[in-house]
């Protein structure tokens, strides 16, 4: 079954505490993107990799870092978690767009993380 | 920097009315423009999308409406069901995959 997959799915941390969100996908895509969703906000991207060792800075960036060692995966690292961090996270994949033209993006179950 | 609103935030209709959300981008470069569904708890998924080189689009009971001019777009739902109950999302996008996302609009449909 093609599928994008998160863990864990729900995470209660504290201030400071290093931690990792893992996301993974079995359709060989070359595009992968990172989300927080915040009421009132929307979604919003965090960052984003168009090909393996090939990441870029989405709009809200601080305080994460991502790598793209593997096409499959695209975990998301938190180095010091902030309270205002707490927020549903989701990862997504896609086949590559172009500079006019743009793919379906399938998205992972989501991940609540709580930072207290 | 680009931004989507979009309107109302929340949305009350009985089964059998309408629905129409509304939103607007800021980008004219935006040619894209998809529309998300999230159930209580699940991810969003994608219901029915508009290029820019098309007006209208529709899909059984959902239809959107694109105004590149005004640089408005729309979502409509017709007969409306319990199960279209939902968090409803518009995008733009003008190319590399970039989604800007509204802020989404909370749809009940009240048997």
């Known amino acids: 079954e093609a599928q994008v997959t998160q863990n864990p799915r729900y995470l209660i941390t504290v201030t400071g505490k290093k931690l990792t969100v893992t996301c993974s996908q079995n359709m060989n895509h070359e595009y992968m993107s990172w989300y927080r969703q915040d009421p009132g906000l929307g979604l919003r991207q965090i960052y984003y990799s168009m090909n393996v060792e090939a990441t870029d800075k989405g709009d809200v960036p601080e305080g994460y870092k991502v790598s793209r060692k593997e096409k499959r995966n695209f975990p998301l690292i938190l180095e010091s978690p902030s309270p205002n961090q707490t927020s549903l996270y989701f990862c997504?994949?896609?086949?590559?767009?172009?500079?006019?033209?743009?793919?379906?993006?399938?998205f992972g179950p989501g991940t609540r993380l709580t930072v207290l | 920097g680009e931004n989507v609103e979009q309107h109302p935030s929340t949305l009350s209709v009985q089964e059998g009315d309408s629905a129409v959300i509304k939103c607007t981008y800021s980008?004219?470069?935006?040619?894209?423009f998809p529309w998300y569904k999230q159930e209580l708890g699940k991810r969003p998924q994608l219901i029915i999308d508009i290029r820019s080189n098309v007006g209208e689009k529709k899909d059984q009971r959902i239809a959107v409406t694109l105004n590149k001019t005004a640089k408005h777009f729309s979502l409509h739902i017709t007969e409306t069901q319990p199960e279209d109950s939902a968090v409803y999302f518009c995008?733009?996008?003008?190319?590399?995959?970039?989604?800007?996302f509204g802020a989404g609009t909370r749809l009940a449909v009240h048997p």
């Open positions: 997504a994949s896609s086949t590559p767009g172009g500079p006019v033209s743009y793919n379906e993006q399938f």
């Open positions: 995008a733009s996008s003008g190319g590399y995959n970039k989604l800007i």
């Open positions: 980008d004219s470069a935006s040619n894209y």
